[in-house]
C-alpha cells in the first residue's frame, strides 16, 4: 500500500537497517523499484524530483503509474512516494493533492530562519493529510536535476542548527549535509560521522543519507549505526541501465525496437535495486 515514511523510518531506526529512497526517471525505473522491494519483501521509498516528474507528464500521472503498477503487481510491501528536493511550499502543496504520501522541502540555500518558517508551513499542510515532511540543513554538494551546488557552497550542516529546525518545525525526518555529494563522488566520500551521531542525539529523528551513490559499504553501515533510516539512489540505478543500454546496442548495431535495449536497462535497474536493499538491510522487513 501506499503510506507515508513515517512509520517505516521508526522501525527501520529501530532495527538497525535503512529505507532506500530510488528515483523515478520513467516507467522502467517505476517497474523495476517496484518489483525489486515486492521480490526483497522490503519497504520502498519512490522519489520523484521536480524535473522527473516533469518528463513523466506531471505529479498526478506519476502517482496514478503507481497506483496502476501497485495494483498490477499485487504489491503488498509498504510503498512511499515521495517528492524529492521540494523547492517551495507550492511544489510541495501540489505534491501533496497530486497524492504524494511524503515530500521534501528542500530550504538549504536559505538563512536558518527562513529555511524554518517554509518547512514549518509545509509541515503544517502535509500532516493535515497525513503526510510526512524531509527537510535539510546543510548544502549536499555535486547535482541533480536542476540542483547544482559547486565545492565552494557545499557545506556541512551544524548540530545545533540542525535540533532547533527539528523542534521547531515537528518534521517526520531530517537531512543533515555532512558532506555526500549528489552524482559520482571524486575520489572517497568523507562523512561527517562524529556531526551524524551528535544531530541524532540532539534531534531524535530518523537521519536522511542523500547522494546514495559511491558510499562504501562500511561507510553505509556506520550510518545506519548512526541513526539514518533513509538513504537516497539515483544515479547508479542511471548508471547501470544506460551502461545495459550501450551494451546492448553496441552487440546488435541494427537493433530499433526500445523494449529490446530498455527491457535488459529495466533488469539491470532491479538488479541494482535489490543489491541496495540487501546493503542497506532493509530486505525481509517487509
Ligand atoms: O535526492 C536524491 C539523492 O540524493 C540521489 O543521489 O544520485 O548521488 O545517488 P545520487
Ligand atoms: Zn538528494
Same mark, same amino acid.
Given at each position: ?13 529501530? /532495527? ?36 522527473? =516528474?516533469?518528463?513523466? /507528464? ?14 498490477? !503487481? ?6 512511499? &512516494? ?27 540555500? *536559505? ?44 557545506? !556541512? ?19 543533515? =549535509? *555532512?558532506?555526500?555529494?549528489? /552524482? ?46 533513509? &538513504? ?16 546492448? *546496442? ?5 537493433? !530499433? ?30
Amino acid at each position: 500500500p501506499l503510506v507515508s515514511m513515517r512509520e517505516m523510518l521508526h522501525k527501520a531506526n529501530e /532495527g538497525k537497517y535503512a529505507v532506500g529512497q530510488f528515483n523515478l526517471n520513467n516507467l522502467e525505473f517505476t517497474q523495476a523499484i517496484l518489483q525489486a522491494a515486492q521480490t526483497e519483501k522490503s519497504p520502498v521509498i519512490l522519489g520523484v524530483s521536480e524535473g522527473a =516528474a516533469r518528463y513523466m /507528464g506531471g505529479f498526478k500521472l506519476t502517482v496514478r503509474m503507481v497506483e496502476a503498477l501497485m495494483e498490477e !503487481y499485487g504489491v503488498t510491501v509498504p510503498v512511499a &512516494i515521495h517528492l524529492d528536493h521540494g523547492s517551495s511550499f507550492e511544489m510541495c502543496a501540489k505534491a501533496i493533492h497530486a497524492g504524494f504520501t511524503s515530500v521534501m522541502i528542500d530550504g538549504s540555500h *536559505l538563512p536558518l530562519e527562513e529555511n524554518i518558517e517554509l518547512t514549518k508551513k509545509v509541515v503544517e499542510l502535509a500532516h493535515m493529510f497525513g503526510v510526512s515532511v524531509e527537510a535539510e540543513l546543510g548544502r549536499i554538494g555535486g547535482q541533480e536535476d536542476d540542483l547544482t551546488v559547486d565545492d565552494a557552497e557545499a557545506s !556541512y550542516a551544524i548540530p545545533e542548527e540542525c535540533d532547533r529546525l527539528v523542534r521547531e518545525t515537528n518534521v517526520d525526518c531530517f537531512a543533515p =549535509a *555532512l558532506g555526500s555529494v549528489h /552524482g559520482p563522488y571524486k575520489g572517497e566520500p568523507n562523512l561527517g560521522f562524529d556531526r551524524m551521531e551528535e544531530v541524532m542525539k540532539l534531534t531524535g529523528v530518523p537521519l536522511v543519507l542523500h547522494g546514495g551513490t559511491g558510499i562504501p559499504l562500511k561507510d553505509i553501515q556506520r550510518a545506519i549505526s548512526l541513526g539514518t533510516a533513509k &538513504i537516497n539512489v539515483n544515479t547508479e540505478n542511471q548508471i547501470s541501465s544506460s551502461k545495459r543500454v550501450r551494451e546492448v *546496442l553496441a552487440e546488435n548495431p541494427e537493433m !530499433y525496437d526500445p523494449r529490446k535495449f530498455l527491457g535488459p536497462a529495466r533488469e539491470a535497474i532491479k538488479e541494482t535495486v535489490i543489491g541496495k536493499m540487501r546493503d542497506f538491510g532493509s530486505s525481509g522487513k517487509a
